[in-house]
Structure formats: C-alpha cells, structure tokens
C-alpha cells in the first residue's frame, strides 16, 4: 500500500536522557528514565505527553503500558504493540508499527521508546538463563552474545579472510565520531590502535574494544503524520521504510543451536531484510548519504555493510580500511554519533536519534547535505528490523 | 573430569528437547526425526520444519563429525567456568547429515591443532544426576 503524501509517517520529535556507563544511573528507575526520555520527546515535537495516544516497543520490554498511559496522563491508549525482534534487532521494527498505526488512522501520536538500567535490571554482557535454546548452548561453555558471534565470525574469517585491522578501524572510527558528541559516553576518551591491539581477547577474534558496551540511558521517537508534523515545531522526517523480517530457517541463529542455513551460516541474517527495505523504498544503497549500522561487535558492521549490499560479501574489510565509515570523508559516513560501541548501548534506539538529528542538520558530525539515511537494526537475531529516513 | 572440570551447566530439559538430553544420558546422540518425511531438525523444536508433521522419532549422529566453526573464549563470565582459559566452542557438523550442527567442546584440542574442517569424533562426559554431555576429541 502506498499512503497518500499527507499520511506519510514522520518522526516529530526525538528525545533522550543522559547515557552513562552501566550501572551509572542510580537515582531515577527504569520506568522514570522511560518517561524522561518521552516526554523530552513529545517537547521536542511541541505537544504535550497527554497528545500522545499510542506506545511501540520491542523485546524485553519490562515496562507496563498501562503504568506508561498513567503516568504521562494520556487520555486515550488507541495502540500498543511489542515487536517480537529482540533486544537490539527491534527498533526499526518498532518504529514501522508506529508508522503504520498513524498511517491507517488507528493512533494520531506514537511513541517509540527503549530505556536500559543495567544496574537495576540485567547486564547484557551476562548469561542469560531464559534465552531460547539455551540447553544447547550453556552446558558448552557458550554464555553470551560475543561468544555466539566469535563463531559466526570465524566462520566469515575462514570463508572471506577478516582482517583484524578492519575491525579496528570500525572501533576507531566509531571511537572518533563519539569524540565530537558530548552526549556519548565515550567522549573525551581517544581510542588508539595500540590500545585496540593490547586489550584483552574476549572470544577469537573479538577483542575488549571489538564489543559494545553495556550502558543506562533512554531514548524516545515521536511518531506522527506528514500532515500533522508539519504543524508541529520540530523539522519532520519522513519515514521511507521500516520494516522487519526473518531470514528462511534462520530459527534462533547464532543465539541458539547455530542451525542457520549454510549460504547464510557467515552472514548477519539480513540480507533479504535489506533487499526488501530498500525495494519497499525505492532506492538504492548507493542512494544513502550516512548509515547507523547496529555495532554490537565491530565485525558485525563489516557484515551488515555486505548484507545491505554497500560491499560485496567479503569486500568490507577493504572498503572499510579505506576509511569509508568515517566523518567527513568516507563514502558511507556511519555512527556518526559513536553507535553501541562508543556513544551509548540502547538497543538502537540511539541510533535512530542520531539518524534524526543527521537529517535535521543538528548531528555533531553532520554530513553536508544529508537527505536519506539508513538505520539497521542489531544483526544474528530474527527478526530483525531496518529503516530507510529522508528529510521531509 | 569433565572438559569444565565438573562445574558444568547441567541442560534443564523442556517439553521440546527432554527426549534430546534423556538420549544423551544414555550416550545416544539423536536428532529429531520427522516420522512422515525423514527430515532431520536440531535443535529439536518437537515440529517439523518441512512438513510440520508432530510425528517425530529419532534418528543417530553419524560418527563422522568435523569442525564448522570455533572460538577460544578467553574470558570467564559465568560461575562454572572455574577451567584454565581459554577454552574452545566447536560448532560441530556431521557431512552425511547436511544442515545439522552441534555446539560441543573439543576437549583435546590445542590452539593449533583445532581449526575449521578438523575431524572429530564424539566422547561422552559425565556431569552428574546421571546427564552426560556430547564432547568431541580430534579424530586420528
């Protein structure tokens, strides 16, 4: 279905608490950081909290929505949904059932929020004993999402090569973006190469600096129409696309019994979501001015840089080299506000934010003219999720 | 002495893979079997992926087996990790059996002698309430 211009759906409003390391956040709760972050965003748009009239999340969501409508002091919930995507895959694919509530008339002002506490919550860096197939995973020594993805990589690194000076130069670039943004938690600490080198190995060939980190903080997107954004006082900006898909057999992936199919064994499983976010929007890769690629392994970004079709599979250890990712010269200017691995760890929603601000001409390390730009949601997890945004 | 020298994560079996662990405690490796069109899943998810059949019987590992992937996890983050790090991950295939893979250990294994395409042939760990957990040694 193509809407009508005037339906087109448009992030209104963006709005964020601060972003610490984890456990940094003591004196507000999970639920208070979530509220923060919404109603800096229904601010940012010019409306008040009670306007908004529907809530988008994704997996793991540990907030109730029926204490959210309380305590912003909505009126009226017309719509609630949870993608199924977890932890970081979701985001995007939060933000298109956002989309399509304001787009067929069901809820005039969504909320796209996540809000992570890890000193109150859980540490992601952690074992998780409910993860799905966890049987066949923990009594081998397999406990966490580096160790799981250490394999896929291996794999990749047998297949294509992996150049461990790629993956550096994905901490670094990511490292020097987050310099300039005063919001990351990275900022002010410089990244060497030799400081990348000399860190700890956490599982071959993931080193300390090739991994997110774990971090508190909130993020909130305001979701509206075309029509009704253009009435409100922040610069709207369009939605191309946001979907989510799941790869054919992918099951659980590389999180569970690594039983993916064999051709898509070295990928992130987003190959098909790619081609189908870009055909849904009508363009190109080659028609993205910057990128926020979820970056909670550094070797994941070269992969989703392939599986999104910017690189050939196994070139994106070269493009990257060549410092395509980074502000201001590369090709594909990407996490230009740091990403998970040096800005904050939100589950991409902070890489919405950024995306927002890119395509406001309010980023930290604005890429001139930026009209369109790509965010990706976390990669080896199914579904997950993708968005194409333009300025409106 | 077990590959995580008896601190082992014992399995907590479900209503899906119970029939799995209950064939590893009688050091059997059997995957899910489709009893209508022979596809063979792992991890068991009691459903099959072809022709959504619930009939399932269970069908054995073939003994050859080699390394698809591997990890050495150099860092200890979680309790029964209490072994000498680093330790190995093998995601194991079997090539008579396309499509299945198993994560498991290579208890034998040195940095250089474990790489991707290695054989491997299966041995069984005890860990305790009578579970015993598929592992592998390098294949001669």
Same mark, same amino acid.
């Given at each position: 279905?193509?809407?009508? /211009?005037?339906?087109t759906?448009?992030?209104?409003?963006?709005?964020?608490?601060?972003?610490t390391r984890?456990?940094?956040?003591?004196?507000?709760s999970?639920?208070?950081?979530a =509220?923060?972050?919404?109603?800096?965003?229904?601010q940012?748009?010019?409306?008040?909290?009670?306007?908004?009239d529907?809530f988008a999340?994704?997996?793991?969501?540990?907030?109730?929505a &029926?204490?959210?409508q309380? /305590?912003?002091?909505?009126?009226?919930?017309?719509?609630?949904?949870s993608m199924?995507? #977890?932890?970081?895959?979701g985001?995007c694919?939060?933000l298109?059932?956002?989309?399509?509530?304001v787009?067929t008339?069901?809820?005039?002002h969504?909320?796209v929020?996540?809000?992570?506490?890890?000193?109150?919550?859980?540490?992601?860096?952690r074992?998780?004993?409910?993860? &799905?197939?966890?049987?066949m995973?923990?009594p081998?020594?397999?406990?966490?999402a580096?160790?799981m993805?250490?394999?896929?990589?291996?794999?990749?690194?047998?297949?294509?090569?992996l150049?461990?000076?790629?993956?550096a130069?994905?901490?670094?670039?990511?490292?020097?973006?987050?310099?300039?943004?005063?919001?990351?938690?990275?900022?002010?600490?410089p990244?060497?190469?030799?400081?990348y080198l000399?860190?700890?190995?956490?599982?071959?060939p993931?080193?300390?600096?090739? =991994? =997110?980190?774990e971090?508190?903080g909130?993020c909130a997107v305001?979701?509206?129409?075309?029509?009704?954004a253009?009435?409100?006082?922040?610069r709207?900006?369009e939605?191309?696309?946001?979907i989510?898909?799941?790869? /054919?057999?992918w099951?659980?992936g590389?999180?569970?019994g690594?039983?993916?199919?064999?051709?898509?064994?070295?990928? #992130?499983?987003q190959?098909?979501?790619?081609?189908?976010?870009?055909a849904r929007a009508g363009?190109?890769p080659?028609d993205?001015?910057?990128?926020?690629?979820?970056?909670?392994?550094?070797?994941?970004?070269l992969?989703?840089?392939?599986?999104?079709?910017?690189?050939?599979?196994?070139?994106? #250890?070269?493009?990257?080299r060549?410092?395509?990712?980074?502000?201001p010269?590369?090709?594909?200017?990407?996490?230009?506000?740091?990403? =998970?691995?040096?800005?904050?760890?939100?589950?991409?929603?902070n890489?919405?934010?950024e995306?927002v601000?890119?395509?406001?001409?309010?980023?930290?390390?604005?890429?001139?003219?930026?009209?369109?730009g790509?965010?990706?949601?976390?990669?080896?997890?199914?579904?997950s999720?993708?968005?194409l945004?333009?300025?409106a | 002495?077990?590959y995580?020298e008896g601190?082992?994560?014992?399995?907590?079996?479900?209503?899906?893979d119970?029939a799995f662990?209950?064939?590893?405690?009688?050091r059997?490796?059997m995957?899910?079997?489709c009893?209508?069109?022979?596809?063979?899943?792992h991890?068991? +998810?009691g459903?099959?992926?072809?022709?959504?059949s619930?009939r399932?019987?269970w069908?054995?590992a073939?003994?050859?087996?080699r390394?698809?992937?591997?990890?050495w996890v150099?860092?200890?983050?979680?309790?029964?990790v209490?072994?000498?790090?680093?330790?190995?991950?093998?995601?194991?295939?079997?090539?008579?059996?396309?499509g299945?893979?198993l994560?498991?250990?290579?208890?034998?294994a040195?940095?250089?002698?474990?790489r +991707?395409?290695?054989?491997?042939?299966?041995?069984?760990?005890?860990i305790?309430?009578g579970?015993?957990l598929?592992?592998?040694?390098l294949?001669?």
């Open positions: 279905m193509r809407v009508a /211009a005037a339906h759906a448009c992030i209104a409003g963006i709005g964020q608490t601060e972003y984890r456990g940094g956040i003591t004196d507000r999970e639920f208070q950081l =509220c923060q972050a919404i109603v800096a965003g229904a940012d748009a010019g409306l008040a909290p009670a306007e908004l529907g999340t994704f997996t793991e969501a540990r907030i109730d &029926a204490t959210l309380l /305590a912003l002091g909505m009126p009226s919930l017309r719509f609630s949904s199924w995507g #977890g932890r970081g895959g985001a694919g939060a298109g059932h956002a989309a399509m509530a787009e008339g069901r809820a005039r969504v909320v929020f996540r809000t992570i506490a890890q000193g109150q919550s859980r540490r992601y860096g074992f998780d004993p409910q993860r &799905a197939q966890g049987n995973a923990a081998f020594g397999l406990f966490t580096p160790q993805v250490a394999l896929v990589l291996q794999r990749y690194a047998h297949l294509h090569g150049d461990p000076l790629a993956m130069e994905v901490a670094l670039a990511f490292r020097g973006h987050a310099l300039r943004n005063p919001l990351a938690v990275f900022h002010g600490k990244l060497t190469l030799e400081q000399a860190a700890r190995m956490i599982a071959e993931l080193r300390l600096y090739d =991994c =997110c980190m971090s508190d909130a305001v979701v509206t129409t075309r029509e009704r253009r009435d409100l006082q922040a709207p900006v939605i191309l696309a946001a989510e898909h799941g790869e /054919a057999g099951g659980v590389p999180m569970g690594h039983n993916m199919p064999e051709a898509r064994y070295a990928t #992130g499983g190959r098909d979501l790619g081609r189908e976010l870009f363009i190109a080659a993205v001015d910057f990128a926020q690629i979820y970056d909670h392994f550094t070797g994941m970004v992969i989703a840089l392939e599986d999104f079709g910017f690189c050939a599979p196994g070139e994106a #250890g070269a493009f990257v060549a410092g395509q990712l980074r502000w010269d590369g090709a594909l200017p990407t996490n230009t506000a740091g990403g =998970c691995l040096s800005e904050a760890y939100v589950h991409g929603m890489h919405v934010l995306a601000r890119q395509l406001r001409g309010d980023s930290t390390a604005q890429v001139a003219g930026a009209r369109i790509l965010v990706t949601g976390g990669s080896v997890i199914s579904p999720s993708a968005a945004l333009a300025a | 002495m077990s995580f601190h082992d994560v014992a399995p907590v079996p479900n209503a899906d119970a662990w209950a064939h590893c405690a009688e059997r490796l995957f899910q079997h009893a209508d069109c022979a596809t063979v899943t991890p068991p +998810i459903v099959c992926p072809h022709c959504q619930l399932r019987d069908a054995e073939p003994a050859e087996a390394v698809y992937s591997c990890t150099h860092t200890a983050v979680h309790e029964a209490k072994r000498p790090l680093p330790y190995n991950v093998a995601v194991i295939e079997f090539p008579a059996l396309p299945v893979r994560i498991s250990n290579v208890v034998d040195a940095q250089e002698t474990l +991707i395409g290695t054989p491997v042939a299966l041995v069984w760990e005890t305790g309430d579970q015993a598929p592992r592998f040694r294949a001669s």
